[in-house]
Every structure is written in structure tokens, then in C-alpha cells.
């Protein structure tokens, strides 16, 4: 399935289907960014465009990308690949305090960038409440300096970019469900002699679970909310959005804030980043520990040895919380499926008809 | 020879001198004491050699800020006896016109000349005027020299002229004219302006209607000189069957033409020196013995008009008569009569219709053979010199419209950018009149906003223009809470016309250090925020405009670089792709650097299949570094 920028200005900008998720915006300086907006300022003319292979939100075989990651089609039809389901967390306090649950994600990330498995990661800095951007960490330090989440769709994969051209590899990739996607479909791509290095430069990807980013003007209404107060951290729990301030804690009902829900996180299919090598979540309940989903081979190595180092505990996912992650993730996909389905557009979601009927006939697997 | 030929003491001496050059002499050996002068091409010149040679002379010279400034200095220095020369462009002529109709009705004292050099064809101008025209609605004497000699010539003639009818004289001088080289026979110089300046308390110099008479008057007694000025002229048979009538350098093509076509028995040439007011009796004399009239002249029938009813005046005595020229459509350049430059082959055609002569100007294979050269000859577009800040400020400029995702207005004006409406600028400039008048229009639409106008308005401005004509337009748009950015593309030089000095330079035409006077000082006074930044840093320059575009009110953003011209001079560093890093056409750039940014040092390397930075071409500015997607340009600092 090949298409150029015209393409992807149809079928992709102009509908805001756009993940925000950055990939495009340094293969060709026709792709900028504003405020997560994600603009073509010039036509290039090209009738095929590696913006158009990589994105992911153009047509992406779903099963295909299961099979070139994990060498196998998947078992289960809502959660993906998974070897383990685990609740995990940073062992060190200053990654575990730092973190926004349990610092799973800097606590791996400090860990491989510390041994030099890595020499950098892209990941995504900002200040609780405002606008992030994308960053490259070359050191522990710097990436303990990025943790903690910014719920806006910020283009973090900008920075892969960066750490090719400056030659910095292997890099480690911690991103959004969107952004996960797109890194596979960049180290899948053939022809992409310029910018598929950058994918090969990938040792290993972090997805975090996602279910909706918010629009950047959250964050102006996050400061007409705390007004002079500093806000020191962000966080949603089921039904509210939670802001801590040097002034005390503001809750507001989530319902507030469903207004700025980017209009393509509404049209998402994954919300717990399927093809990541590990993904890593909430547990819903106890904001010190993390959900762990070890998806891949490389994801495990990763994990058994940040374990025998002693970064990382783990303890069984509860089973009876099982059910309750699976129905939120169908839940999700079925929305999905509807919404494209009711804006009639052809769906960037290539899914076969046992897929669609396994999701949409039983919803255990 | 240049500079040393005008300044040259050798009376008798014949040497080559461009137009300009020419007229710069004739004031010197007129012993003018003050010269002004807005840049303008084809006459940029005469004040740049002015104001070279004004220190050993002992006058004054000054780039001024516009040409109505330029003419009010000029003209102050004749009220208090000293000679003055006051140069422009035809475009400038309509800056100066409305003090320049008030000087002829006021009077001048000593000889003040105005030299208006006009652009047939527009090779440096947007418009192509004939400033004949106005300098009729201005009551002045109009003189047109034919080459170089006549420019130095009538200039020395136009102050005498302009102290005997004491009003200005006007010199037109077209761009073959100012551009040409010829030999000029040099006459004495003065030992340097005579005498102290001085404005008599009894000295009236006032514009009242009821002087309307006198400027008839003086247009009466400059008619009678004509009649036997030695600059009009006829030449040929005492009977012509056909006579041309012509001025500046139609009067070179027509004498070819007659001579090529071996008429010289049945037409004769009167060349006017004087094209206003006109020699009626000298006229009417060649006109009774000719049945045919042919009038040779660029760009407008102003002769033809004015002659024609000078004949429908005297009917009886020259009939008959048949009048030939720009209405009859015989005197035709390539774009037609009246429109562009004509040259000898014009005047031949006609003049070959008219005397019923065959003749071919041209081999009757000649369109084939044209086009066959044509294929051959490669496509150049105008556009904006390697290295050029404009371009980098377009880019982010055209960058930052796009982000901003409104429909945003961009309005410009005459300078170097206005290429901005060209491929070289994005084709983003959608404006373009006047000096300045960018400005004045973002301001009209800025108060739009009452009636549901919601685009973002952008004006474009250079430095030099911005001290031109921009800053009334600014104090009204900022006093009547109009809404638009003001861009000021400064390039810390009048670029267009050779680097003349402006006020935010810190340097006058002679060469002295003042303090300069910058944009944002200027825009600062009025109250109006200003941004300054460096449009190289073309990413910061996106942010900075994206920024300024959402804000509200009238703003100014000076995006300063010197013209690269200028610092390569000093600093040009080595810039080279690296064709390891430079992936070609595997990029998704498609040839970003030579096709799009379209710096013309970025070439392709065709037989590689990837960048090339001419450097030759290159000026060093690195821009295209910063904005290749592989990082593959590489700027090393050479020296
Ligand atoms: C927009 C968004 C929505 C989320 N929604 C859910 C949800 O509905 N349910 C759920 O269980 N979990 C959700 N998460 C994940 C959750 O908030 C935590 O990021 C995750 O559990 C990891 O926790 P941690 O303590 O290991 O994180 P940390 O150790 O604090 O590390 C967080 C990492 O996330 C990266 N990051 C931060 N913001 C972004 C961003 N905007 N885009 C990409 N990367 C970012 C940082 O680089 C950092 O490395 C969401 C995260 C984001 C960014
Ligand atoms: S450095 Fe680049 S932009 Fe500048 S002149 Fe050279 S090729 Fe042109």
C-alpha cells in the first residue's frame, strides 16, 4: 500500500487523523509542527513519500505488523502479544517518586542507557502542565528528568531523527501506543535507503498504554484552573483528572476534560501498544506499581536482566483484575471500529475478517 | 574610464563616460554646490560618482531618504544661490512631483536641475513611465539628451536655462541613455561653488495660485529659446517628403535607419532637444515642406500628441499632412506601440512602409533560426541571489503562514524582495505597487476587522524603503489600531541599487559616521512593539513569526542580516555536500536544497545523483545546512 503526501494530507492531516506522533516531521523539511499540529507547508511533488509508508495512520495490515515483529500471528485478539502480564516497579526510590506510577519505564531506560546497552533515548521532557517536546537522553540523569507523563500527543519521535544524524546508536525508543507503531513500520519499510538506519538504529521500543492524548489547549485550561500555583504533577485516575500544586490537590471529573481528546485518539485501535517490546500502564488502582505487559523476546531479556540487576520488582498481575483490562482494551477497539465505521472513511486499519470477527463474536479469546 | 574621466581637469579632452557618468560632469563643470538623490536605476550612478568626487570639489552630496526630501534639500540650496542637481528615478518623480509642481510656481534662484531617468522596458523598474508627462503638468522645460555627450551638454545648458527662467529645468534621461558609453569632450571646471549662501530676508519663494500666470510665462520665453536652441535640430534634405520627429536616443536609430534604407535625399531628422515646451516655429517650418510625419520616441506619443495638436492648430499651413507613429501603429518594438523599448529595426520597418522601400530587417529564416537558439537557452527565472537573507526569510516566513494554518495577506512593495511574488519568494507576495505602500494597505485591511475580516495581515518592507515612505503609514495604522505584523526585511543596505547608505546604516553618501538610526528606534517611538531577529536562523525566525502572527495590534519584526553580497566580502566560508550523508533522490526531500529552497549555488549533481553546492555561486551563508533533512551540508570556516 504506497501513497505520497497528497495522501497523507487527505487521508491523514486534513481529517485530524494525525497522531501527533513525530515520525514524519524530519524526513523531509515539508512536515512541521506546531502546538502538536502537524502541518505541510509545501507539496513535494513526490507521488510515493516515506512520510506516507511510516505513518501510523495511513493503511496498516494489522496482522502483517504482528507477524513481522513477532514472527507470528497473535492469540489473543485484544491484548496482543503478550509472555508475561506482571504489576512491576522501580526499585530505587528517586526513580520510584520520579516516576508516574511505579518508574518502570526511566527505571529501564536509566538502566540500559547506564549499562550502555543504549546511548540514547528518545523519550519526552516537559514541565507538569505545559506543553512537551521531544527529547534525546544520553545518560541516566537525563532520562530520569523525563519521566513522568504529559498527557498531549507531543511528535517525542523527532528526536529518533536526531540521533541518527548525530550518528547515536542503539537508541531505545518510549512512546505512545501511535508512536510504536510508527517506529515498526519505519524498521519494516524497504526502500527507505535514506531513513530506515534510523529504524535499525532501534534496539528496543517502550510502548506505554494510551487511550486517548489530549489537544495542547488542555494545558491553558489546566493554568486557568491552578491560576498562580506551580503545578508539580498531572495525573488522571479513572473518572478524574487529578492536579497537584505547591497549593494542594485540584480534581476535576474526567468528563471535563473530553473536550480536548484528540479527534484521532478517538479512531485508535491500540490502546496498550500491541508491538512494543514491553508496554507499560497503570494498574488502575495503586499508583506505585505499574502494569507490565512483556510482549516480545527482546522486551523479556530486557526485563530479566534490569531483575537480576535488582532496578526492577515485579509480583503477579491480580487475575481477577484480568477481565477488567481486557473489556476496557475491547471496549476501546469496538468505539474504534464504530467511529471509523460511522465517518465512512476507508480506515487506516487493514483487519481480516477472522480478526474482526474474533473481537466482535466473543470477547474472550 | 569612469570616476577618473569625470573628474578629469582637461578641458578639450575626449573620454568615455557612461550617461550618468556624463551628467555627473556636466554638474561639476556647471560648479554645482548641492546634489540629492533617492537610489533608483537606470541613474543610481550619478549621485554614487557625486558623492565620490564632493569632497575634492567642495560640494555637498546626500543619499536622502525619498525623493521628495531629496528635491525640498535641493531646492533650499538654489533659494540660497548655490547650484543644485536632484536625481531620481521616473518612480521617484511621482514622490517628488508634488513639490516639484510647487518650484515652478514659486521660482527657483540659482540653476537647479532635476535629472528624472526613465526605464523603458522596466528593466529595473515595475513600472515603465514616461515621466514627460508629468514634467508637462509640472509647467517645467523638459531637455532629452541623446548619448552621452548631449547628457553633459544639456546638463551644463539645463542651469543656465534654469537661472535665466529661474524655475527648475528638467533633464530626461532614458535608460540607454544613462547606461551607454560614449565620448565625451570635456569643458573647464569651476574652481567649486562660488560665493557664501545666503536667503535674503526680502526673498519670497511661495506657491499661490494666482502665479499660474508666471509659469506660462516662463514656458513662453523657454519656447523662444527653443527656437534656436542649439539641441533642436534638423538634419537632412531642405524639402523632405518625410520628416521624423524624434528625441533621445530614437534620434541615434532613426539616422541609421535613414541611412541604412539610403533615404537621406527624401527624409529628414528633427531631433528635439527641448521636448517641452515645444519650438512651434522651428516645427511648423519642416512640417509645411513634408507630406509624411514619423514620430521616433520612447515610451509614450508625447511628441506625437503634442505635435499633433500643435498640426491640427495650423492646419491649413502644413496640410497635407499624414501623421505616423505610435497611434498608426508603425513605431512598434517587439510588444507592441507605445509599449517597451523601440530600436533601430522599429524605426527601419516603419520608415521602409512609409517610403514604399523593400527592406527585411531580418533574414526571412530568422523566427526559425530564434527558436532553435531558444531551445537551447536555459530557462533563468528572477530570483534572489545565493545566499540572500530574503530567501531564508521567505522560507520561514512561508513556513509560518502554513503553521498558522489562516489565510494569511502578504502585501510588499520595490526592492530586492520584491521577488518574493517569484518562485525565489514561494510566490508569497501578493501586493506590489508602490514605495512603502505595502504598508499602507496592511494598514487598510488591519482595520477591516469591523466588517468580519479575520486573516492575518502581513507587510513586507525593506530597510531602506522602510525609512522611504513606510513610517506615515505606520504612525497611522498604530494611531488608528489597524492590525498587521510589519515585516522589515533588513538587509542593512539599499541592496536593489548598488549598496547606497540609509539612515540605519551610521554613514552618509560621504563617507561620514553618524549615528544611525535604526527600525526599531523608529517603530519604538511610535509606540509600536518590535521583534528584531536573524532570518539565517530560519527555525527561530518560524517560531518568532508564528508568534507574532497571533498577537493582536500593529507589530514590527525586523528580520536583520546583511546583504550576502556585502558580507562575503568579508566572510565566506566553504559550504559542501557531503556525498556520503546526501542520499539524493532516496531522500524525501526531492531535491529540497537545488528545486525548492532554490538557493542557486544548490545544484544537482546529476551524473552522481545527489547534491552539489556550486561553490562558485555559493556566498556562504549556510543556510541550506541548517535546513537539509540528512544534515549532509557541511559550512566549514575557511581562513
Ligand atoms: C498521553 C498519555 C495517556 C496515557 N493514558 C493511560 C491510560 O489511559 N491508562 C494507563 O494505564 N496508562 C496510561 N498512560 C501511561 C501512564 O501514564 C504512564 O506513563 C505509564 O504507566 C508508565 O509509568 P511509569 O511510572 O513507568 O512512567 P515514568 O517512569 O514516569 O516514565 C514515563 C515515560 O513516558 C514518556 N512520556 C511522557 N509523556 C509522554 C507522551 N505524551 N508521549 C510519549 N511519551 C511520553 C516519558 O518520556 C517517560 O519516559 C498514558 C500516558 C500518556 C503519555
Ligand atoms: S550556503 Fe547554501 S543557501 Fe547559502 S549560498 Fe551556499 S548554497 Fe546557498
Known amino acids: ?365 | 574610464m569612469s570616476i577618473l574621466g569625470v573628474r578629469l581637469d582637461e578641458p578639450g579632452r575626449s573620454v568615455l563616460l557612461t550617461g550618468n557618468e556624463a551628467v555627473a560632469r556636466g554638474a561639476l563643470e556647471a560648479g554645482i554646490g548641492y546634489a540629492s538623490s533617492y537610489p533608483g536605476s537606470p541613474s543610481a550612478e550619478v549621485l554614487g560618482v557625486l558623492a565620490e568626487l564632493a569632497g575634492e570639489r567642495g560640494f555637498y552630496a546626500e543619499w536622502s531618504v525619498n525623493e521628495k526630501v531629496a528635491l525640498e534639500g535641493a531646492a533650499a540650496a538654489s533659494f540660497a544661490g548655490l547650484r543644485a542637481i536632484c536625481v531620481m528615478k521616473a518612480d521617484g518623480l511621482n514622490v517628488a512631483l508634488d513639490t516639484l509642481t510647487a518650484l515652478s510656481e514659486s521660482g527657483t534662484k540659482a540653476g537647479l536641475v532635476v535629472v528624472v531617468s526613465d526605464d523603458p522596458g522596466g528593466h529595473s523598474s515595475v513600472k515603465e513611465e514616461d515621466s514627460r508627462y508629468l514634467g508637462k503638468v509640472a509647467h517645467l522645460v523638459i531637455l532629452e539628451p541623446a548619448d552621452p555627450q548631449e547628457a553633459r551638454d544639456m546638463t551644463v545648458a539645463a542651469f543656465g536655462l534654469s537661472e535665466q527662467l529661474r524655475a527648475p529645468v528638467m533633464l530626461r534621461c532614458v535608460t540607454r541613455v544613462c547606461h551607454a558609453g560614449g565620448n565625451v569632450v570635456l569643458g573647464a571646471l569651476p574652481p567649486g561653488p562660488a560665493g557664501r549662501p545666503h536667503f535674503g530676508r526680502q526673498e519670497r519663494y511661495i506657491t499661490f495660485v494666482a502665479f499660474h500666470g508666471l509659469q506660462e510665462q516662463r514656458l513662453a520665453q523657454a519656447r523662444a529659446i527653443g527656437e534656436n536652441w542649439p539641441f533642436n535640430a534638423y538634419l537632412g534634405p531642405p524639402e523632405p517628403e518625410i520628416l521624423v520627429i524624434t528625441a533621445g536616443p530614437g534620434f541615434l536609430y532613426a539616422r541609421e535607419a535613414v541611412e541604412v534604407l539610403g533615404l537621406g535625399d527624401r527624409v529628414g531628422i528633427l531631433k528635439l532637444g527641448m521636448s517641452w515646451p515645444l519650438p512651434e516655429k522651428f516645427l511648423l517650418r519642416h512640417l509645411k515642406s513634408a507630406s509624411k510625419v514619423l514620430f521616433v520616441e520612447e515610451v509614450e506619443p508625447f511628441h506625437e500628441e503634442n505635435v499633433g495638436y500643435l498640426v491640427a492648430c495650423h492646419l491649413e499651413e502644413v496640410h497635407p499632412l499624414a501623421i505616423y507613429g505610435k497611434k498608426s501603429r508603425h513605431v512598434a518594438g517587439p510588444q507592441g506601440p507605445g509599449l517597451g523599448e523601440i530600436d533601430v529595426d522599429a524605426v527601419i520597418r516603419a520608415l521602409a512602409a512609409l517610403a514604399g522601400v523593400p527592406h527585411e530587417t531580418r533574414s526571412s529564416d530568422y523566427g526559425r533560426e530564434a527558436r532553435q537558439l531558444v531551445k537551447k537557452m536555459p530557462d533563468r527565472e528572477l530570483g534572489f541571489c545565493a545566499g540572500c537573507p530574503h530567501r531564508a526569510s521567505f522560507w520561514a516566513l512561508k513556513t509560518a503562514i502554513a503553521l498558522d494554518g489562516r489565510e494569511a495577506v502578504v502585501l510588499g512593495d520595490i526592492g530586492c524582495y520584491t521577488l518574493g511574488l517569484t518562485r525565489s519568494g514561494y510566490f508569497l507576495m501578493q501586493t506590489v505597487h508602490a514605495m512603502g505602500s505595502g504598508v499602507g494597505i496592511a494598514d487598510g485591511l488591519g482595520k477591516l476587522g469591523r466588517f468580519g475580516f479575520d486573516q492575518p495581515v502581513i507587510a513586507l518592507v525593506g530597510d531602506s524603503t522602510f525609512y522611504h515612505a513606510a513610517v506615515p503609514a505606520l504612525i497611522n495604522a498604530r494611531y488608528n489600531r489597524s492590525r498587521f505584523l510589519l515585516v522589515v526585511l533588513d538587509n542593512e543596505t539599499t541592496a536593489m541599487t548598488g549598496h547606497q547608505p540609509h539612515p540605519g546604516m551610521g554613514v552618509t553618501a560621504l563617507g561620514e559616521k553618524v549615528p544611525a538610526l535604526s527600525v526599531e528606534e523608529v517603530a519604538g517611538a511610535l509606540g509600536v512593539p518590535v521583534t528584531v531577529h536573524d532570518p539565517y536562523d530560519v527555525r527561530g525566525t518560524v517560531e518568532v513569526v508564528y508568534r507574532l502572527l497571533r498577537q493582536d495590534g500593529v507589530r514590527v519584526l525586523v528580520l536583520r542580516r546583511t546583504c550576502a553580497l556585502v558580507s562575503a566580502r568579508e566572510r565566506k566560508p566553504r559550504v559542501y555536500v557531503d556525498p556520503e550523508r546526501c542520499v539524493g533522490d532516496a531522500c524525501g526531500c526531492h531535491r529540497f536544497c537545488s528545486r525548492v529552497f532554490g538557493c542557486p549555488a544548490s545544484i544537482w549533481d546529476a551524473a552522481r545523483g545527489r547534491a552539489k553546492v556550486d561553490e562558485a555561486v555559493c556566498n556562504g551563508c549556510g543556510v541550506c545546512a541548517t535546513l537539509c533533512p540528512q544534515g549532509a551540508i557541511v559550512v566549514e570556516e575557511v581562513g
Not at chain 1, 528526536?159 to 546508536?169: N, P, T, V
Not at chain 1, 507490565?292 to 481477577?320: F, M, N, Q, T
Request: net charge neutral; charged share 25%; glycine share 8%.
Open chain 1, 1 to 365: 500500500m504506497s501513497g505520497g503526501p497528497d495522501d497523507l494530507a487527505r487521508k491523514v492531516l486534513q481529517p485530524g487523523q494525525c497522531a501527533g506522533c513525530g515520525l514524519c516531521l524530519d524526513l523531509c523539511p515539508y512536515l512541521q509542527v506546531v502546538e502538536e499540529k502537524v502541518v505541510m507547508i509545501h507539496p513535494c511533488g513526490l507521488k510515493e513519500g516515506d512520510c506516507y509508508r511510516v505513518c501510523p495512520r495511513t493503511p496498516t495490515d494489522w496482522e502483517d505488523m504482528d507477524r513481522s515483529v513477532f514472527g507470528a500471528a497473535r492469540a489473543d485478539h485484544v491484548l496482543g502479544h503478550h509472555r508475561e502480564i506482571l504489576f512491576a516497579r522501580a526499585t530505587a526510590p528517586e526513580i520510584a517518586a520520579a516516576g508516574q506510577y511505579g518508574g518502570v519505564v526511566s527505571a529501564l531506560i536509566a538502566f540500559a542507557l547506564g549499562r550502555g546497552e543504549v546511548r540514547g533515548a528518545v523519550l519526552t521532557a516537559g514541565a507538569p502542565g505545559e506543553m512537551p517536546r521531544p527529547a534525546l537522553a544520553e545518560n541516566p540523569e537525563e532520562a530520569l528528568a523525563c519521566a513522568g507523563s504529559k498527557y498531549s500527543a507531543a511528535p517525542s519521535l523527532r528526536a529518533l531523527h536526531e540521533a541518527a544524524r548525530r550518528g547515536l546508536e542503539p537508541v531505545a525508543v518510549v512512546g505512545r501506543p501511535c508512536q510504536v507503531l510508527a517506529v515498526r513500520k519505519l524498521q519494516r519499510a524497504r526502500g527507505l535507503e535514506a531513513h530506515h538506519l534510523a529504524g535499525r538504529k532501534v534496539a528496543w521500543v517502550t510502548g506505554l498504554f494510551c487511550f486517548w492524548a489530549l489537544d495542547p489547549a488542555f494545558y491553558a485550561f489546566l493554568r486557568a484552573k491552578t491560576g498562580d500555583a506551580r503545578i508539580l504533577r498531572v495525573d488522571f485516575s479513572p473518572d478524574s483528572l487529578l492536579v497537584h500544586t505547591d497549593r494542594g490537590l485540584l480534581s476535576e471529573p474526567v468528563d471535563k476534560v473530553r473536550g480536548f481528546v484528540r479527534p484521532a485518539c478517538r479512531e485508535c485501535f491500540d490502546p496498550t501498544s500491541e508491538f512494543a517490546d514491553v508496554a507499560v500502564g497503570s494498574t488502575e488502582y495503586d499508583e506505585a506499581w505499574n502494569t507490565l505487559v512483556v510482549r516480545s523476546e527482546r522486551g523479556e531479556a530486557l526485563l530479566r536482566a534490569a531483575r537480576e540487576a535488582g532496578v526492577i520488582e515485579v509480583k503477579p498481575y491480580p487475575p481477577e483484575r484480568l477481565p477488567l483490562l481486557r473489556t476496557a482494551v475491547l471496549n476501546k477497539k469496538l468505539r474504534t471500529l464504530e467511529a471509523q465505521a460511522a465517518r465512512g472513511e476507508s480506515s487506516h486499519l487493514q483487519l481480516s475478517e477472522g480478526y474482526r470477527r474474533a473481537l466482535t463474536g466473543r470477547d474472550q479469546p
